[in-house]
């Protein structure tokens, strides 16, 4: 007889949000009626599991929200939105941080942005949130916040290292309540979800070019891992107010002095 398993908020969540985007994937595509009403049955069952996951929210308004946001074909495809982050260290071995408004340290992270390649918006990201001019080295961590907890929306999180180039130190005034380096027995609190990425961005510092971190394949059918920690939605770990610790270094950008383009506004991930 095999174990029994609990099921946490987390797993709920991530269902939900698997069931929703079958849901609207499909009413965007079809064109026969009763599959449309079998997928707006299939996504009140996602917004009733939605629900149950999560306090706030409310099954039938979620139900409308989702609904009126079903696109016709390509368009309507629903996909993971993406983050993407930068760990940045000086000469010292110390990494780059910023105060969010929500109060919470973390390296530099944003929602990518239409026209601009991953590694331009880690630039990007670095220069608006710190003043600060990097270069990408290499990617060390790509993850899916819904499954290691970290987001309650569907996303994906790239996390590069990039080298310091020059700058002068200055936080957003919308953005950041404060920017710095810290070396590792320093660093300032509360830092989100460092259980998760400081490892891995402190050896990427020192020189160790890890590999990049990802979670393998989960063996079809297979329970939730007992092993990972799904207690609970932790809303901050990801640098955003509607995820959770910016996971895996995983938990963000446009370029410093990128030429042509020049500094770009982007909206901060709330």
Known sequence: ????????????????????????????????????????????????????????????????????SVGSGVSGYVTPKVAVAAVVGNDDGEILLTHRTDGFWLYPVGWADVGYSPSEVAVKEVYEETGMEVEPVSVIALVDGLRLGFARIPL????????????ELRGHPLETQDVGF?????????????????????????????????EPPAPPGAPPD????????DHNICGLSTLVPVAAVGGAPTMGPWGRSGPHRRRAIR
Do not use: N
Request: proline letters at 6%.
């Open 1 to 68: 007889m095999s174990e029994p398993f609990s099921v946490s908020a987390a797993d709920l969540l991530r269902w939900a949000e698997t069931l929703s985007g079958i849901a609207r994937t499909g009413l965007g595509f079809t064109e026969s009626l009763y599959e449309k009403e079998r997928f707006e049955e299939i996504l009140r069952v996602a917004a009733d599991v939605r629900a149950a996951a999560i306090d706030e929210a409310e099954s039938d308004a979620l139900f409308e929200e989702w609904l009126a």
């Open 182 to 214: 810290f070396a590792r027995d320093r660093l300032p609190q509360p830092l989100a979800g460092a259980h998760r990425w400081l490892d891995l961005a402190f050896a990427a510092i020192d020189g160790v070019s890890p590999p990049c971190d990802f």
């Open 156 to 167: 994906y999180s790239i996390v590069f290292h990039c080298r310091l180039l020059g700058g």
């Open 226 to 233: 007992p092993q990972q920690p799904r207690a609970s939605i």
